[in-house]
Every structure is written in structure tokens, then in C-alpha cells.
């Protein structure tokens, strides 16, 4: 069975024999810009502390890091959209195992800057069963110092492919998270992180279970 990584390039190489050469251009050129502009320096790393945030489920319910960390250890993933392929296989995969990262005493939330009338799109679409929240404007992930424009470039190919980002998130910026996961222990300290300007990279679901088996044996202990 393909790992997540394996799977993303397999989605990349059948993307790109649909796309015009073009737009494989834009694209390039914006995915080139994104690698050699965009740095995660500046994004929270292991030992930092999560800042706590309250915001929209579809259903219109607020969800806070704080009340969910009260239950157990948090799986946070930040996502670009449900425009984005990668995104919609990294979900799918993280729906996969989410019995198992429940078993090991943990939730899992999934944050993105579309409306919560997208996010609820982009829930029903992949069937997903964890939370999944609108970051209008970004203002959390800016917290998590994940934000960047989107690229000239890339904001072409969105045009091209007819992805009114705008739209979309409510908001004409043009700004998008990194994808990014943290694992976070229930007094707001990241143990576990994995930030990557390459958006075509997401977190392993085996890697985020392995962070929350040595948690839970480090708690045994």
C-alpha cells in the first residue's frame, strides 16, 4: 500500500496530463517561487505553546483548542482548502486512522481559511468525521506563523482553472496557510510538528501516530 507521499506524486503526475502546458508553467513557476520564498522559520516548532483559538465549526458551533484539550491530546492540521487536491488526499488519509487516534487519546482538527459553508464542502466531500474549522482571514495560522500570498503565478492558474480563491475564503487577500500538523499535549505544548512550504508533502499518518504512542508511553511512565 502507497504511503501518503507516494500517493501525492501520484496524484501530481495525473494532474499535470490534464493541465494545458500553460498552466503546468504558471504552476511550476509558482510552486518554484513558493520552495525558494517561503520559509517555516518563523512557523511554532516542538517545545513552543499553542496558542489557543475559538472558531466556527459548519454547523455553526465554536470549537476551542482550549475545551479540546481538556479531553486529550490534539492532532491540528492546517489545510489550504478543498480546492486543493493535496489537502482533500491528506484528509481522506487522516480520516483513515482516526479510530486509532482516538484509541491513543487523542482528537483531531483540521483548520482552513474557506468559509465554514466551504469547510462543510469540503467535510461532506471527503466524508470526514473530525472537526473541521474556517480560519477566515487567516488569523490563526498567522498565529502559527504559517501565512504567505499566493504567488502571481499561482494566482493565474487559479483563474485558469476557474478557483475564485477570494470567493472561496471570503476574504481577497490571497493568503494561505503552509500545510502544517502539530501534535499538542494537553497543557498547549507542541511535541510533535511537521511544517513543509512543499504543499505537495504532508505529515505521514504513521508519523502522527508514532508522536502519539511515545506521548502516551511517556505519560505511562
Not at 461532506?124 to 473530525?130: I, Q, R, V
Not at 504567505?148 to 476574504?171: M, R, S, Y
Request: proline residues 6%; glycine residues 4%; charged residues 20%.
Amino acid at each position: 500500500m502507497m504511503n501518503l507521499q507516494q500517493q501525492s506524486e501520484q496524484l501530481l503526475q495525473e494532474l499535470l496530463t490534464q493541465f494545458s502546458p500553460d498552466l503546468v508553467h504558471d504552476i511550476d513557476i509558482g510552486f518554484t517561487e513558493i520552495i525558494t520564498s517561503v520559509l517555516d522559520q518563523n512557523a511554532l516548532q516542538e517545545g513552543d505553546r499553542a496558542p489557543d483559538f475559538a472558531l466556527p465549526n459548519p454547523n455553526g458551533q465554536t470549537v476551542s483548542l482550549e475545551n479540546k484539550l481538556k479531553k486529550g491530546t490534539v492532532v491540528l492540521t492546517f489545510y489550504r482548502g478543498g480546492w486543493c487536491p493535496f489537502c482533500n488526499l491528506q484528509l481522506r488519509a487522516y480520516q483513515q486512522v482516526l479510530n486509532e487516534i482516538k484509541y491513543l487519546g487523542a482528537s483531531l482538527i483540521a483548520i482552513s481559511p474557506e468559509t465554514p459553508d466551504n469547510s462543510l464542502n469540503t467535510k461532506e466531500k471527503n466524508e470526514l468525521e473530525f472537526e473541521v474549522l474556517s480560519d477566515r482571514g487567516n488569523e490563526v495560522a498567522q498565529q502559527y506563523g504559517l501565512v504567505f500570498v499566493t504567488p502571481k503565478a499561482h494566482q493565474q492558474a487559479h483563474h485558469e482553472l476557474n478557483i475564485p480563491l477570494p470567493a472561496i475564503n471570503g476574504d481577497d487577500s490571497w493568503t494561505i496557510p503552509i500545510p502544517a500538523t502539530y501534535v499538542i499535549d494537553t497543557d498547549s505544548t507542541i511535541i510533535w510538528t511537521h511544517t513543509d512550504p512543499n504543499y505537495r508533502l504532508r505529515a505521514e499518518p504513521e508519523a502522527i501516530l508514532n508522536a502519539l504512542q511515545t506521548l502516551k508511553k511517556a505519560d505511562v511512565k
